[in-house]
């Protein structure tokens, strides 16, 4: 008998779904390609949907509607568990679906003044509630469990509580320091990793930690250690292989009143025992860190508006600069080959979606009054949201294709606010990357381009001719590696540094000679048409005078732009048009210089 080949059958990828929380209740819709309600899904019509949550691998989905929590199964759409707390504030699974993590708001009774235990632990295949404890802040309220469960750890009065393989019965180990005020368990497998900060006290810096666990025998069983001075508080990031951390480390008030924002830094904590402080070239507050999902890679949203954005390694090299921008918040692609750049909150919607492989512009939309973004885990598609209390006016969601098309659009009709909308989250791998296109595809509105606004003019300038100014001068992308040319080495960064010196260097002895040439240009012809009396000629005619320092004035610009076009830089057109005139401006000053 013939053998026959049995190819694999490759299953089409899951239809992701969108979680949708208002005033009305919540509901689920079907995500791309199908954008309808989900039916097998019962709309819940509560109207005080104060949360809700998936699972880590979407398999299940749990809310508060303000009379009981339910959680359901996205498989076969079979309620799991129901339980009567309406004041659930905050809900979270476990990452193998073994426990649902639910807290309310701790509140004391009036007779006795005591409390009872807010952050309540239940088994999901029992429906028993496995342990009753006390959370009385909403800062790190949910424990933190290693991806298999085998360890869990929650802060304590400033001690680190560590429990094994769900037994919250018994505390297996501790953490002391002087006052742990905030950690970060690493992502991943075994062996787990925690990141403790414990902030400064009486002159004494602040700090973070790294540890191995349960190798916390003190200051010398830590795997890296990286104090500072400046913090108030801080956020810590793990990347996805758990080999480092960044930190940023901020204060409340900047003491040299540059911002009202207070003052940030950033810092970068491998489990090697490097640290380093990450130079940022812009002075100005830190919107945004986020790292890239393969873990060598991460991207910083920094400086006064408008803000740059730079790509830096695992060296603190910065990589790729993406120029300045209006812009607060960068989001990688769950699959980490698109990077999109935006400006929310307070700046108009602007976002730039890029090929982080090639660094080249995909598309440039804008979604304005935008209060939320988020991708899709197919890595083609992200939602972008107003949702209330931030705006109470326009609410709605949107969602894009990464090429600028709007596939589906919702908007909320007053007196209906939206609250939230999310994602459902799948596990690691379940969408493959695609090729990237950068040719819009067919949607309601195919390309939403940003427009540019024009200034307001008043109404005697209007039929005049327009003539461009800018607050700022706008920086264009540059590769930062350092590109070698003719199969030679990239220089190290002393002889890089010790290059820029010498530009510098060349850069104001040309400037001195400029300065010396215009000099020579009125100084020669004064004293050949007047030699006795120049001084005279000038305190004469002090308008003359006026015009001759003005066009001096103006050439040394042209020669500074000049300089700025032979190094590479992009000109505005404006300042092309001043190197136009050198020739006219000279003659003018040599007229002028005659004519006294």
């Excluded at 787990?192 to 930690?209: H, I």
């Excluded at 993406?322 to 108009?348: K, M, W």
């Excluded at 973004?373 to 972008?384: K, L, R």
């Amino acid at each position: 008998l013939l053998k026959r080949k049995v190819f694999p059958v490759k299953m089409a990828p899951p239809i992701p779904l969108l979680a949708v929380r208002g005033s009305e209740g919540i509901y689920l819709l079907n995500g791309p390609p199908c954008l309808t309600e989900n039916e097998r899904f019962t709309r819940d019509t509560g109207k005080s949907c104060k949360v809700f949550a998936f699972s880590k691998d979407g398999t299940l989905i749990a809310w508060c509607n303000g009379e009981k929590v339910k959680v359901v199964s996205v498989v076969d759409w079979k309620l799991v568990l129901s339980l009567d707390l309406p004041k659930t504030a905050c809900v979270e699974f476990s990452p193998k679906n073994t426990i649902l993590a639910l807290w309310q708001p701790y509140t004391t009774s009036k007779d006795t003044g005591q409390g009872e235990p807010n952050l309540s632990l239940w088994d999901i295949k029992s429906g028993e509630c496995v342990k009753s404890l006390f959370q009385k802040k909403m800062q790190c309220w949910c424990p933190s469990w290693t991806e298999d469960e085998s360890i869990c750890t929650r802060n304590v009065n400033n001690e680190m509580h560590f429990f094994e393989n769900n037994d919250f019965g018994t505390i297996v180990n501790k953490l002391h320091l002087q006052k742990i005020t905030d950690f970060a368990l690493s992502p991943g497998p075994l062996p787990c990793k925690l990141a403790v900060y414990v902030p400064g006290n009486k002159g004494a810096p602040s700090f973070v930690r790294l540890y191995e666990y349960p190798k916390f025998g003190g200051p010398q069983s830590a795997l890296a250690n990286k104090s500072f001075f400046k913090a108030d508080k801080v956020t810590m990031l793990w990347n996805k292989k758990a080999t480092a951390v960044l930190v940023i480390a901020s204060t409340e008030v900047d003491k040299s009143g540059a911002s009202y924002y207070g003052e940030q830094t950033l810092h970068y904590i491998a489990t090697n025992g490097e640290s380093a402080v990450v130079q940022l070239p812009k002075n100005g507050p830190i919107y945004d860190v986020i790292w890239s999902p393969n873990s060598l890679e991460f991207c910083v949203v920094f400086g006064f508006m408008p803000a740059k954005a730079t790509i830096f390694n695992l060296k603190c090299d910065p990589v790729f600069d993406f120029g300045t921008g209006p812009r607060n918040a960068a989001y990688y692609s769950p699959q980490g080959h698109i990077l999109v750049l935006a400006g929310f909150g307070n700046l108009r919607g602007q976002m730039e979606v890029w090929d982080v492989k090639k660094y080249n512009l995909i598309s440039k939309p804008q979604a304005s009054d935008s209060t939320y973004f988020s991708w899709c885990p197919d890595g083609e598609h992200i939602v972008t949201a107003t949702c209330s209390p931030r705006l109470r006016v326009g609410n709605g969601y949107k969602i894009w294709h990464y090429t600028g098309s709007i596939l589906h659009t919702c908007s909320i009709s007053p007196p209906a606010e939206l609250w939230e909308v999310c994602w459902q989250t799948f596990c690691e791998g379940a969408f493959p990357e695609r090729t990237i296109t950068y040719q819009p595809i067919a949607g309601d509105n195919p390309s939403v381009e940003a427009k540019p606004t024009q200034a307001y003019r008043p109404p005697a300038l209007r039929d005049k001719p327009v003539t461009s100014s800018k607050l700022h001068e706008e920086e264009p992308p540059q590769n930062m590696k350092p590109q070698a040319a003719g199969g030679e080495k990239p220089l190290s960064k002393t002889a890089l540094k010790n290059q820029k010196k010498r530009e510098a260097k060349k850069a104001a002895k040309q400037e001195v000679k400029i300065d010396g040439l215009l000099e020579t240009v009125s100084t020669p012809v004064e004293k050949e048409v007047l030699p006795s009396f120049s001084s005279a000629a000038s305190s004469k005619d002090p308008e003359t005078e006026k015009k001759v320092k003005n066009l001096k004035k103006k050439l040394k610009a042209i020669e500074q732009l000049k300089e700025q076009q032979a190094s590479g830089k992009q000109l505005e057109k404006n300042q092309i048009e001043k190197i136009q005139k050198e020739a006219a401006l000279l003659q003018e000053l040599e007229d002028l210089e005659l004519g006294d």
